[in-house]
């Protein structure tokens, strides 16, 4: 019994310690909102893991020690799908898609 438990929590360890391989980073973007209507240059602001690249619509940023990053992104008038992509050092990816609307 003692030997079953060892290996559970061994196993767990093991899968805690590889999420990275498994999963993509965590990405959430707070800025803009979906359908959002803007004025001006695009401010995107979000949180992933810390220091990893950021890519917002192919420009590349890289999240501080907290995992935060925050952009002004110039967009000409009109509709826009804005999207936002991280990868982790396997390359796995999150990815999130907004569209707005610039005036």
Do not use: C, W
């Not at 559970?8 to 973007?29: N, R, T």
């Not at 359908?35 to 695009?42: F, H, P, R, T």
């Not at 590349?60 to 002004?72: H, P, R, W």
């Amino acid at each position: 019994m003692i030997g079953g438990l060892l290996l559970l929590l061994f196993g767990g360890y093991v899968l805690f310690q590889g999420q990275d391989v498994f999963f993509g980073p965590p990405l959430s973007l707070f800025e803009p909102a979906n359908n959002a209507l803007i004025e001006g240059s695009v401010r995107v602001r979000g949180r992933t893991d810390p220091f990893t690249k950021v890519f917002i619509n192919e420009f590349e940023s890289v999240s501080d020690k907290e995992g935060n990053f925050e952009e002004a992104i110039p967009f000409a008038k009109g509709f826009h799908v804005l999207e936002v992509v991280t990868k982790n050092r396997f390359n796995k990816e999150a990815r999130v898609v907004r569209q707005i609307v610039v005036r």
